[in-house]
């Protein structure tokens, strides 16, 4: 079982949503309800499949066998041998060599001293043949790998198919050809496509060869030699693998290289990387440092097309058919390998400790999945069996939390068990497998932050679907961190920086805003209260009506009513709407003092001497903001200065000369003089001038 860093990163992704979905006004009871091929994917999957649909049911048991030590670390292709066995073709590094799989046991059957086996072939005979990163095919026989064909004007050879005459196709880089190979080893052009390399061959009983290349992604259909079609235009830019199915039925995967990615086709796709000391033309069978994106597409008898499988996480790598028809395909990321039906009903089948699935058979004498990266075969041994278990992922409740009631929906024998623990994968801290629980029992494991849930489907028809554990975290308690207060002006100059100087005096608003930041660890849905009180008194009032249910961090405070000077307000916090009265917790926090003022300063003196305009001014809790006159009715207000040249007091002097404002001997003027309070709070006084 394995769960790297980004499965634990899908745990509390998956957490927190489950979270958020479950009812936090329900006693702090919430859920997590396992009903999709996601939710139900990601943790151990033995011998069961996982379908769209939210069912689990019975899958492929696999079997495990490693490549020999030196054979290479990637395994790239595979093909059934005609008495039974399997011959595996290795990539990079150390590769190039062609092992053999008999039951259990792998072994080096032959080596082409190239860097890698880009696909593997068997005529009707039986015999084995090879394309690598040169220009040759190779054919290995009694454990030797002798060069059958080289092809000229050809970098590499990527892709092999005989069709029902047993004549040999192959497709190369980087001219981008479908080559005929005749049973001496001469070859002719069939074929030449519009991209750079042919990565993918199928034969049909009609004697049609498909090609599908890299660079533009392109599905031919060649009817003879030179004459072809193109039957499709895929999205991406490779046509990764065809097969041929029932009714002249044809079925592709396409991948798409995620944006920014230096893909392996288009222009970069003639790039030849250097690895082992071996130049590689084309496409390589390295694994991918981007998942990219996937796509499988089916095509009937008219060539009508029809996409029945995506995923946009991550690409494809290999595709079969079994008896029927059905297609199974097998992903570049995550060692997992899907199917799906008519319906388009995809079922992931296999999840293996591999990150790719390069090769799987599902027909025929063998049936295996091929894993690389590291290269690793499994035979499948049954669909289904006594040991056909799903296990989830670890579900995390966030906080340590107590189980309650485990349902789900089934048939066929199941026996159903749970663990918990407080890490994120499993360790040796983690309480044991459960006994069996019956369908809507009480979860008998331990309290923990995180469990698990595990089905063992005990017949081939056992199903299991809507698994869904309700659970409790513990209550911890809200606290409140910070509590502010600022009047509307204020709250729309924090938002715009520093005012500029001679602006737009204040506008008094007797509402104040007032807000706090909560630290909430258990996410319980809060209330909260608010009291204030005058500074110095110790009666607490509050600033909201008892059937106020006040569940956001913030309150509009409308202070019209109050007299002017300080006040603290007392904000309290309490998760009694998602808790029992015996569990619910509180925390108060007070704030600093907050000045409320809604009486405008009072002139204490007003006089003009000639043109020399002297005002005294108070303000019962300042500063005084700002002073200025206008003449004879006229909206133009001018700005005077304060005596000490800065308004910073709640008591102020302006003694200044209006000359510029009012000339001497032009007769007698109205001066209204206007003072503002911090608060925005004005008064009017008018005066003449002589």
Same mark, same amino acid.
């Given at each position: 079982?394995?769960?790297?860093?980004?499965?634990?990163? +899908?745990?509390?992704?998956?957490?927190?949503?489950?979270? *958020?979905?479950?009812?936090?006004?329900?006693?702090?009871?919430?859920?997590?309800?396992?009903?999709?091929?996601?939710?139900?994917?990601?943790?151990?999957? @033995?011998?069961?499949?996982?379908?769209?649909?939210?069912?689990?049911?019975?899958?492929?048991?696999?079997?495990? /066998?490693?490549?020999?030590? %030196?054979?290479?670390?990637?395994?790239?292709?595979?093909?059934?041998?005609?008495? &039974?066995?399997?011959?595996?073709?290795?990539?990079?590094?150390?590769? %190039?060599?062609?092992?053999?799989?008999?039951?259990?046991?792998?072994?080096?059957?032959?080596?082409?001293?190239?860097?890698?086996?880009?696909?593997?072939?068997?005529?009707?005979?039986?015999?084995?043949?090879?394309?690598?990163?040169?220009?040759?095919?190779?054919?290995?026989? @009694?454990?030797?790998?002798?060069?059958?064909?080289?092809?000229?004007?050809?970098?590499?050879?990527?892709?092999?198919?005989? =069709?029902?005459?047993?004549?040999?196709?192959?497709?190369? &880089?980087?001219?981008?050809?479908?080559?005929?190979?005749?049973?001496?080893?001469?070859?002719?052009?069939?074929?030449?496509?519009?991209?750079?390399?042919?990565?993918?061959?199928?034969?049909?009983?009609?004697?049609?060869?498909?090609?599908?290349?890299?660079?533009?992604?392109?599905?031919?259909? !060649?009817?003879?030699?030179?004459?072809?079609?193109?039957?499709?235009?895929?999205?991406?830019?490779?046509?990764? +693998?065809?097969?041929?199915?029932?009714?002249?039925?044809?079925?592709?995967?396409?991948?798409?290289?995620?944006?920014?990615?230096?893909?392996?086709?288009?222009?970069?796709?003639?790039?030849?990387?250097?690895?082992?000391?071996?130049?590689?033309?084309?496409?390589?069978?390295?694994?991918?440092?981007?998942?990219?994106?996937?796509?499988?597409?089916?095509?009937?008898?008219?060539?009508?097309?029809?996409?029945?499988?995506?995923?946009?996480?991550?690409?494809?790598?290999? *595709?079969?058919?079994?008896?029927? %028809?059905?297609?199974?395909?097998?992903?570049?990321?995550?060692?997992?390998?899907?199917?799906?039906?008519?319906?388009?009903?995809?079922?992931?089948?296999?999840?293996?400790?591999?990150?790719? !699935?390069?090769?799987?058979?599902?027909?025929?004498?063998?049936?295996?999945?091929?894993?690389?990266?590291?290269?690793?075969?499994?035979?499948?041994?049954?669909?289904?069996?006594?040991?056909? !278990?799903?296990?989830?992922?670890?579900?995390?409740?966030?906080?340590?939390?107590?189980?309650?009631?485990?349902?789900?929906?089934?048939?066929?024998?199941?026996?159903?068990?749970?663990?918990?623990?407080?890490?994120?994968?499993?360790?040796?801290?983690?309480?044991?497998?459960?006994?069996?629980?019956?369908?809507?029992?009480?979860?008998?494991?331990?309290?923990?932050?995180?469990?698990?849930?595990?089905?063992?489907?005990?017949?081939?028809?056992?199903?299991?679907?809507?698994?869904?554990?309700?659970?409790?975290?513990?209550?911890?308690?809200?606290?409140?961190?910070?509590?502010?207060?600022?009047?509307?002006?204020?709250?729309?100059?924090?938002?715009?920086?520093?005012?500029?100087?001679?602006?737009?005096?204040?506008?008094?608003?007797?509402?104040?805003?007032?807000?706090?930041?909560?630290?909430?660890?258990?996410?319980?849905?809060?209330?909260?209260?608010?009291?204030?009180?005058?500074?110095? @008194? %110790?009666?607490?009032?509050?600033?909201?009506?008892?059937?106020?249910?006040?569940?956001?961090?913030?309150?509009?405070?409308?202070?019209?009513?109050?007299?002017?000077?300080?006040?603290?307000?007392?904000?309290?916090?309490?998760?009694?709407?998602?808790?029992?009265?015996?569990?619910?917790?509180?925390?108060?926090?007070?704030?600093?003092?907050?000045?409320?003022?809604?009486?405008?300063?009072?002139?204490?003196?007003?006089?003009?001497?000639?043109?020399?305009?002297?005002?005294?001014?108070?303000?019962?809790?300042?500063?005084?903001?700002?002073?200025?006159?206008?003449? =004879?009715?006229?909206?133009?207000?001018?700005?005077?200065?304060?005596?000490?040249?800065?308004?910073?007091? +709640?008591?102020?002097?302006?003694?200044? =000369?209006?000359?510029?404002?009012?000339?001497?001997?032009?007769?007698?003027?109205?001066?209204?003089?206007?003072?503002?309070?911090?608060?925005?709070?004005? /008064?009017?006084?008018?005066?003449?001038?002589?």
């Amino acid at each position: 079982m394995r769960f790297g860093a980004s499965r634990v990163l +899908a745990f509390v992704t998956f957490a927190l949503a489950s979270l *958020l979905a479950g009812n936090a006004r329900a006693v702090g009871t919430r859920t997590f309800d396992l009903d999709s091929l996601d939710k139900l994917s990601g943790g151990d999957l @033995q011998g069961v499949a996982v379908g769209s649909d939210g069912v689990v049911r019975a899958g492929f048991t696999l079997g495990s /066998v490693a490549l020999p030590q %030196g054979a290479g670390t990637t395994a790239t292709c595979a093909v059934v041998v005609g008495d &039974g066995s399997v011959a595996i073709g290795t990539g990079p590094s150390e590769g %190039g060599k062609i092992v053999r799989v008999t039951g259990d046991r792998a072994t080096v059957l032959a080596d082409t001293k190239e860097n890698a086996v880009n696909a593997l072939a068997v005529d009707n005979a039986g015999n084995l043949y090879a394309a690598t990163t040169s220009n040759r095919i190779y054919r290995v026989s @009694q454990g030797k790998a002798e060069v059958f064909a080289t092809l000229p004007e050809v970098d590499s050879v990527l892709s092999l198919a005989f =069709d029902k005459s047993n004549t040999l196709f192959a497709g190369t &880089g980087s001219n981008g050809t479908v080559v005929r190979v005749a049973p001496g080893g001469g070859s002719t052009v069939y074929f030449k496509t519009d991209d750079p390399f042919v990565v993918s061959l199928a034969a049909g009983d009609d004697g049609v060869i498909y090609a599908g290349t890299s660079g533009k992604g392109l599905l031919y259909r !060649i009817t003879a030699v030179g004459r072809a079609t193109v039957l499709y235009d895929l999205p991406g830019e490779d046509v990764r +693998a065809l097969a041929v199915g029932p009714n002249r039925t044809l079925y592709a995967i396409a991948d798409e290289e995620p944006a920014g990615t230096a893909g392996e086709s288009g222009e970069n796709a003639g790039h030849h990387a250097n690895i082992g000391g071996r130049a590689v033309a084309g496409p390589t069978p390295t694994p991918r440092s981007k998942p990219g994106k996937g796509s499988l597409w089916r095509f009937d008898a008219e060539g009508r097309p029809e996409r029945m499988m995506h995923h946009d996480e991550f690409h494809y790598l290999s *595709l079969a058919l079994d008896e029927r %028809g059905t297609p199974y395909v097998g992903a570049g990321a995550e060692g997992r390998a899907y199917t799906v039906d008519d319906a388009h009903t995809v079922s992931l089948v296999v999840d293996t400790g591999e990150r790719q !699935i390069t090769a799987i058979s599902v027909a025929g004498r063998a049936h295996f999945v091929l894993g690389s990266d590291p290269a690793t075969f499994h035979r499948i041994l049954s669909v289904g069996g006594a040991d056909a !278990i799903w296990t989830s992922k670890p579900l995390d409740a966030g906080l340590r939390a107590r189980f309650g009631h485990v349902s789900w929906r089934g048939t066929g024998a199941i026996e159903v068990s749970t663990r918990t623990g407080d890490t994120p994968a499993p360790d040796t801290t983690w309480s044991p497998w459960s006994q069996a629980i019956a369908p809507g029992g009480l979860a008998p494991s331990p309290s923990g932050r995180f469990v698990q849930v595990r089905a063992r489907l005990k017949d081939a028809a056992a199903t299991i679907a809507d698994v869904r554990i309700a659970f409790v975290t513990e209550n911890l308690r809200a606290v409140i961190t910070e509590v502010g207060a600022r009047e509307g002006h204020e709250k729309s100059a924090a938002k715009e920086g520093i005012p500029p100087s001679g602006g737009e005096p204040p506008k008094h608003d007797p509402v104040i805003h007032v807000a706090w930041k909560v630290d909430n660890p258990d996410n319980d849905e809060l209330r909260y209260r608010v009291d204030f009180r005058h500074e110095g @008194q %110790g009666r607490w009032i509050a600033a909201t009506s008892p059937d106020d249910i006040l569940t956001k961090p913030e309150l509009d405070w409308d202070t019209a009513a109050l007299s002017e000077g300080k006040y603290r307000l007392r904000v309290d916090a309490s998760d009694e709407l998602a808790n029992p009265p015996a569990d619910a917790t509180h925390h108060t926090l007070v704030s600093a003092p907050v000045l409320v003022d809604n009486t405008p300063p009072v002139f204490k003196s007003l006089e003009i001497t000639g043109r020399r305009l002297r005002a005294e001014l108070v303000d019962g809790v300042g500063p005084i903001a700002r002073v200025e006159v206008a003449i =004879d009715g006229r909206t133009e207000w001018r700005p005077l200065s304060p005596a000490d040249g800065i308004f910073d007091t +709640a008591d102020e002097l302006v003694d200044a =000369d209006i000359s510029l404002l009012v000339a001497p001997g032009s007769g007698p003027h109205d001066v209204s003089v206007r003072a503002f309070d911090a608060a925005g709070n004005a /008064v009017v006084r008018e005066i003449e001038a002589p």
